[in-house]
């Protein structure tokens, strides 16, 4: 029978016994186990790397894996094809992970495609003095860099990393402190350093201009970099960007809150979480019930150490302490933007409303603005396809007009 059970299990099963001969090799110290799952034929096969060795087996040793993926053998022959990414099959519902996402995503970055083709992505490390930062680079032309926000890492751009790499070459990172890169406990977790970070990232990929989208805390950051390096910004969108608090009630008690304390072990409940993610979004029924469970995983998981306990509440107070006005206030800063700006705001945001919108006109009326009816903080996960979709009109309109003369100059204000 064409196409039987036993066929497809033939055929991926020799895929796996390709995975040695077509490793690509990983960082020194490397060490990581995959077990996936296909349910349609019926087997688990387990998957080990280190730096310069991969080995996979059918069934499952005792070995506690990094990461569960279950999918079907179709989905797994495509990637193994390189017909799509597992990005792409993840937001589509035909593959899910449990475990440390960042290496359910890294794992087909590990092994060329058929025929030695490179693959789809790469997640890799770009190390910098003092720390590293995990990147997601995939598809080819012009750079874009996409910036998480507070508490968030770079999975919450998983389905505009898909979209826009059909025609720019796009790079996700985890900001230190989040996700899979690393937590120095010292570091300072201001919109500066992240700027600073950022520009470095650019600078060891050999990216000189990029478009860049930055969703709360990450949209601080893109207005940070575009302020003080304004010629390595083609554009700049801002989805419900962490725009400095103009009233700030709890501002004394905040100023006193000591990021400190993250050294001392403590965790939110996964009631805790769970509530605080479902609080991000308009339209619960928007958002698959098993990204809640990857995303609340992966929180408790990073924050569970304490440089990323640390990192988080550092950030926090940095974002609400952001002086409005005066000296280097953030709005007469914004006000000397020069990069194109979209600011995308969701019209049932409860931490950033849209009725900032109404500073950033005040300040910076260059700057196009749209409210999303209907969404919360977080559009590029709630409106997955219409933010995609805003993205890349944008960054089109803004490639089409050209780039703007680089005759301004560079912000240094509290370096």
């Given amino acids: 029978m064409k196409n039987s059970r036993a066929d497809r299990l033939a055929a991926v099963d020799a895929g796996f016994r390709s995975l040695p001969n077509r490793y690509l090799g990983a960082e020194p110290g490397f060490d990581a186990t995959w077990r996936i799952v296909l349910g349609d034929v019926g087997h688990t096969w387990?998957?080990?790397?280190t730096s310069h060795v991969a080995r996979a087996r059918r069934g499952a040793t005792s070995r506690e894996p990094d990461v569960i993926i279950g999918t079907d053998a179709s989905t797994w022959m495509a990637l193994r094809r390189g017909e799509l990414s597992g990005i792409e099959a993840f937001g589509q519902r035909l593959l899910y992970a449990r475990g440390n996402l960042d290496l359910a995503v890294a794992f087909e970055g590990l092994f060329r495609l058929e025929n030695g083709r490179q693959p789809l992505l790469r997640v890799h490390e770009v190390r910098l003095p003092g720390r590293r930062v995990s990147t997601l680079t995939m598809g080819?032309?012009?750079?874009?860099?996409?910036?998480?926000?507070?508490?968030?890492?770079?999975?919450?751009?998983?389905?505009?990393?898909?979209?826009l790499s059909g025609a720019y070459r796009v790079h996700v990172l985890d900001l230190p402190g989040f996700g899979?890169?690393?937590?120095?406990?010292?570091?300072?977790?201001?919109?500066?350093?992240?700027a600073r970070t950022v520009r470095e990232v650019m600078d060891a990929l050999g990216v000189q201009r990029a478009h860049i989208a930055g969703n709360s805390m990450g949209g601080r950051v893109a207005i940070e970099l575009g302020l003080r390096h304004p010629e390595r910004v083609l554009s700049l969108v801002l989805l419900c960007p962490a725009v400095a608090f103009v009233k700030r009630t709890y501002h004394p008690l905040v100023r006193l809150m000591r990021p400190e304390l993250g050294l001392m072990p403590h965790r939110f409940t996964r009631k805790q979480v769970e509530e605080h993610f479902w609080s991000l979004?308009?339209?619960?029924?928007?958002?698959?019930?098993?990204?809640?469970?990857?995303?609340?995983?992966?929180?408790?998981?990073?924050?569970?150490?304490?440089?990323?306990?640390?990192?988080?509440?550092?950030?926090?107070?940095?974002?609400?302490?952001?002086?409005?006005?005066?000296?280097?206030?953030?709005?007469?800063?914004?006000?000397?933007?020069?990069?194109?700006?979209?600011?995308?705001?969701?019209?049932?945001?409860?931490?950033i409303p849209p009725a900032f919108g109404r500073h950033v006109s005040r300040w910076l009326p260059t700057a196009e603005q749209i409210v999303l009816d209907g969404c919360g903080h977080v559009p590029q996960?709630?409106?997955?396809?219409?933010?995609?979709?805003?993205?890349?009109?944008?960054?089109?309109?803004?490639?089409?007009?050209?780039?703007?003369?680089?005759?301004?100059?560079?912000?240094?204000e509290a370096a």
């Fill in 180 to 194: 899979s890169s690393s937590k120095p406990v010292t570091a300072p977790y201001n919109a500066a350093y992240f």
């Fill in 281 to 351: 979004f308009a339209d619960r029924d928007a958002i698959d019930p098993s990204m809640a469970d990857v995303v609340v995983d992966e929180f408790q998981r990073i924050y569970a150490s304490a440089g990323g306990r640390i990192a988080f509440l550092t950030s926090a107070r940095n974002i609400y302490l952001d002086a409005p006005y005066g000296r280097n206030g953030f709005y007469g800063r914004l006000s000397k933007l020069e990069a194109p700006a979209l600011f995308v705001w969701g019209s049932h945001d409860k931490i």
């Fill in 46 to 49: 387990e998957v080990r790397c």
């Fill in 140 to 163: 080819s032309g012009p750079d874009v860099l996409l910036i998480h926000g507070l508490g968030g890492a770079k999975s919450s751009f998983f389905d505009a990393a898909a979209t």
């Fill in 381 to 412: 996960v709630e409106r997955a396809a219409q933010t995609s979709g805003l993205l890349e009109r944008f960054f089109a309109r803004v490639d089409a007009l050209g780039p703007l003369p680089e005759t301004h100059e560079r912000s240094d």
